[in-house]
C-alpha cells in the first residue's frame, strides 16, 4: 500500500469509535424473499453460514448461533430490544409500503407470513399456512390454519393476502416491492396497467380459507421468493372499492400509529422515529408468547455498549469496530453469523421512467465508459480496510451474488481487487489522462472530470471511511468529491437517490438481499430497486433465464448466475466491496434466543428472560 493510503488509514482508526449498525433479532420475516436497501454496515436480514473458505480468509471463525442460558423462561418476563442507530426510524409500518431495514425490523415483531422458511430460506408448512404446488409448478395453493387472528380478533384471511396483490399492483402503487414475482402473476400486467380491476391469476375460495396464485411462467422462485405476507383489508381501507386511495393509505394512522399484524406481539404504543411499545398477543395462533412486553427503542452508536453493559437493553447487534470492547463486557454473549448483505459503490447511469416504470440508461452518462467503473474498483482496498478496521468481521466483496447462496455465489470469477496500477493503466486506456497538468485527469474529450459521491452519515466512522475511498480515487488521478461537502441522513440519502437526483454520479451504499438468489428485484430493468439505472439486453436475458421453467435444473440456473455474476463484474453498474459477520450482543438473562435461519427459537415468539 502506498505510505499515504497507510497513513489515511491510520487516522482512521484513530477515531474508530462508532459505527452504523441496526439490530435485528435475524427472525423470519415474510417468506417474500424481500431485498432493502440498508446502511452502509447495518445487518437486516436472515443471515446464513455457509462461506467459500478460499474467499473468506475469516470462515474459521467460531460464534455461537444461540444463547447458552437454557433456564426457563420467566412468566410475564420483559424484554428491551436496541435498533442501533444514529437516525429515526421513518414509520410506514406495512410490508406493502415501507422502504428501509429500520421499519422492516418493527414489522417483524408484530408482524409476519403466511409461510414459513427453513435454514434453506425454503418455505415450508411450519407457518400459518400450508402450500401445495401443482405439477407444472407454476400454481400455488395457500390454506390458512385455524385460530390465525389479527390483533384486533379478526380472522385472517385469505383475500386478505389476495389484498397485498391488488395493493402491490395498482396502477397507483408507487413503492418498490412490483418486482419480478409480482409481474409474474397470470393477469397482474393487465391488472398493474388499468386495463381490467381483476387479477385473473389469483382466486380465493369461498370459505375465504384457501388462496392459489398462478404464475404466467413457473420459476423456481416460488419457494424462496413468494409474497405471502397479507394486509389487513378491513383495518386499513379498501383501495378497490374506493373507500381509500393508495396516498391516503401511506400517510394514515393505521400503518403509522396503530398498525396490526398476526405476528406474536401488537403495537401498544409508538414514539416516532423512537420507540415502540409492543405487547403480548394472546391469541397468537402459535401458542401464547413467552413475554408479557417487549420494548424497541433508538440507542445511538456510541452508547450501545455501556447500555447493554448496565443492562438497559437485552438485545442488541452491535457495530463490529466495537468488537473488542464488546467481548469486555460480563453480562452479555456474542452471537455472530454470515449476513445477507453487502455494501457497495454504486453508479448512476441513467434514469427512471416512470410513465413506462422501468430504467432507462444514458449512453452519455458521465460514467458511461465501463473502463473508468472498472478502475475505480481496482483502486479501492477493500481488503485493507476489512482487516484493519473491522476485527476479521468483513471481507472482501467479488460478485452481487452473496456467499450465502453457496449454490450460486462463484467464487472462481476473477474479480477486482487492489492494483492501482491496473487503474492507472485502463484509464489511460480509456483516454482519461491529466491535461492541465494539476494532478486530477480529464475525460477523454479534455474536460473537467469531477465526480459528486453521496454517503451516509451514521457514526465518526462514516465521514473518514468515505474520504478514504475519495483519496483512494484520488491517487489514481479521478478527482471525487463528497456530494454537498456533507454525508447524508439515512432517509435523505435514499430519496435522493431513489430520485436520480443529478447532483450525484457515484454513492455508496448497502443491499439486504432477503432469502431468494433471484438479483432481478435489484439490477432488473423494471426493478425500481434499481438505482443505478444500469439496462442491457444481455442483462435481461440473464436474469430472465435465471427464473425460467428450466431454471429448476440446479445446472442450469448456476450457470446462467455464473454468467450473470461475470457480466456484471466486466460492466460493473455497481462495484461491490465488503461482505460481512454481523454480530449480536445478547444479555446473559435472555433464552430461547437463536439467529440461525430457520430455527425454531429465532422467532420472537419463543424468547423469554429468566431472571
Not at 50 to 79: H, I, R, T, Y
Not at 152 to 174: F, I, N, R, W
Not at 432 to 458: H, I, Q, T
Amino acid at each position: 500500500m502506498a505510505k499515504k493510503q497507510f497513513l489515511l488509514l491510520a487516522s482512521l482508526l484513530l477515531v474508530l469509535s462508532v459505527f452504523l449498525a441496526a439490530c435485528t433479532g435475524k427472525d423470519e420475516k415474510d417468506g417474500a424473499g424481500e431485498k432493502e436497501p440498508a446502511k452502509p454496515d447495518t445487518e437486516e436480514t436472515d443471515g446464513g453460514d455457509d462461506e467459500p473458505a478460499e474467499e473468506n480468509p475469516n470462515a474459521g471463525l467460531d460464534f455461537p448461533l444461540e444463547v447458552s442460558n437454557k433456564a426457563e423462561a420467566m412468566e410475564d418476563g420483559e424484554m428491551t430490544v436496541a435498533m442501533v442507530t444514529d437516525t429515526p426510524f421513518e414509520g410506514t409500518l406495512s410490508r406493502v409500503f415501507y422502504k428501509g431495514t429500520f421499519d422492516a425490523e418493527i414489522i417483524s415483531y408484530f408482524d409476519e407470513s403466511l409461510l414459513a422458511t427453513d435454514g434453506d430460506y425454503l418455505i415450508t408448512n411450519d407457518g400459518a399456512a400450508e402450500y401445495e404446488l401443482s405439477e407444472d409448478n407454476k400454481t400455488i395453493t395457500l390454506k390458512i390454519k385455524d385460530g390465525v387472528k389479527w390483533h384486533d380478533g379478526e380472522p385472517v384471511k385469505a383475500s386478505d393476502l389476495l389484498y397485498s396483490y391488488q395493493l402491490l399492483g395498482h396502477p397507483e402503487y408507487t413503492g418498490t416491492r412490483y418486482t419480478f414475482m409480482i409481474e409474474n402473476v397470470e393477469g397482474m400486467p393487465a391488472y398493474h396497467n388499468g386495463e381490467t380491476t381483476e387479477i385473473s391469476g389469483i382466486k380465493v375460495s369461498e370459505d375465504d380459507k384457501e388462496i392459489s396464485i398462478t404464475y404466467t411462467e413457473a420459476t423456481p422462485s416460488v419457494m424462496s421468493g413468494i409474497w405471502a405476507a397479507p394486509t389487513p383489508r378491513h383495518h386499513i381501507g379498501d383501495v378497490t372499492t374506493g373507500e381509500v386511495t393508495m396516498e391516503e393509505i401511506v400517510t394514515s394512522d393505521k400503518i403509522r400509529v396503530n398498525p396490526i399484524g398476526f405476528g406474536p406481539y401488537k403495537v401498544a404504543k409508538i414514539v416516532p422515529g423512537e420507540s415502540v411499545l409492543y405487547e403480548r398477543f394472546d391469541d397468537y395462533w402459535r401458542g401464547k408468547p413467552a413475554l408479557k412486553q417487549l420494548v424497541l427503542k433508538v440507542v445511538n452508536s456510541a452508547a450501545i455498549l455501556e447500555a447493554l453493559k448496565k443492562g438497559d437493553v437485552d438485545l442488541a447487534s452491535i457495530p463490529v469496530d466495537q468488537y473488542e470492547k464488546a467481548k469486555e463486557i460480563g453480562n452479555i454473549e456474542l452471537l455472530a453469523d454470515i449476513d445477507t448483505a453487502y455494501t457497495y459503490i454504486g453508479f448512476k447511469l441513467g434514469k427512471w421512467d416512470d410513465e413506462k416504470k422501468e430504467s432507462v440508461t444514458d449512453p452519455n452518462a458521465k460514467l458511461a465508459n465501463k473502463l473508468v467503473r472498472q478502475a475505480m474498483w481496482y483502486a479501492m482496498d477493500n481488503e485493507t480496510v476489512a482487516k484493519e478496521l473491522y476485527h476479521g468481521l468483513r471481507f472482501p466483496a467479488t460478485t452481487l451474488i452473496i456467499p450465502v447462496f453457496s449454490s450460486f455465489h462463484d467464487s472462481s470469477i476473477e474479480a477486482p481487487s487492489y492494483d492501482k496500477e491496473k487503474a492507472i493503466a485502463l484509464l489511460d486506456e480509456a483516454g482519461y489522462v491529466d491535461v492541465d497538468g494539476d494532478g486530477f485527469r480529464e475525460n477523454d474529450k479534455g474536460e473537467p472530470f469531477v465526480l459528486n459521491f453521496a454517503s451516509m452519515s451514521g457514526g465518526e466512522i462514516a465521514e473518514p471511511l468515505a474520504q478514504y475511498y475519495i483519496q483512494q480515487w484520488g491517487d489514481v488521478g479521478i478527482k471525487v468529491q463528497l456530494l454537498d461537502g456533507r454525508l447524508h441522513e439515512f432517509n435523505s440519502f435514499y430519496d435522493m437517490v431513489e430520485a436520480d437526483d443529478p447532483k450525484i454520479d457515484i454513492y455508496q451504499g448497502a443491499w439486504g438481499t432477503g432469502s431468494d438468489p433471484d438479483p432481478s428485484g435489484l439490477y432488473g430493468r423494471t426493478a425500481a430497486f434499481n438505482y443505478t439505472r444500469y439496462t442491457s439486453e444481455k442483462n435481461d436475458e440473464l436474469l430472465k433465464a435465471g427464473t425460467s421453467l428450466d431454471a429448476f435444473d440446479a445446472d442450469f440456473r448456476k450457470d446462467i448466475y455464473k454468467q450473470w455474476q461475470e457480466l456484471m463484474v466486466e460492466e460493473v453498474p455497481v462495484a461491490p466491496t465488503l461482505y460481512r459477520y454481523y454480530l449480536m450482543g445478547v444479555s446473559d438473562r435472555v433464552v430461547n434466543y437463536s439467529i440461525q435461519p430457520g430455527a425454531e427459537n429465532a422467532r420472537p415468539w419463543k424468547w423469554g428472560v429468566s431472571k
